[in-house]
């Protein structure tokens, strides 16, 4: 699933459009030992994960869960996804359209 976070946080990384993926269909090719991790303070509890050599933002790559969101811009290729929602919409700039048909949440989708 491929969807877009409005909130300042994920905005601010540029991290905002990301693809959920499942734990056991990632694979690691090569890099891992590159991926530096960022603790946030509280309230904030997901920890966000870049390139220490690019800097690139790559979501919350290192997850123990079962599935979790990578910046979908980190991917190499054709994603062949359609974005399904838009989160934290009433968070989104002023000079931010929402050009899609996607679904709009006030906050995450499963609890809006």
Not at 46 to 69: A, K, Q, W
Not at 71 to 81: E, I, K, S
């Amino acid at each position: 699933m491929v969807g877009t976070c409005h909130c300042s946080r994920c905005r601010k990384v540029g991290a905002s459009t990301i693809a959920f993926v499942k734990k056991e269909d990632l694979k690691w090719v090569e890099g891992r030992e590159h991926v530096q991790l960022f603790e946030p303070a509280a309230p904030y509890i997901y920890g966000r994960c870049f390139c220490r050599i690019c800097g690139s933002s790559l979501g919350e790559i290192l997850s123990e869960e079962d599935s979790f969101p990578i910046a979908a811009n980190a991917l190499d290729g054709d994603l062949r996804l359609k974005n399904q929602s838009h989160e934290f919409v009433g968070e989104k700039p002023s000079w931010y359209e929402i050009c899609d048909d996607a679904a709009q949440n006030d906050g995450h989708p499963e609890t809006s």
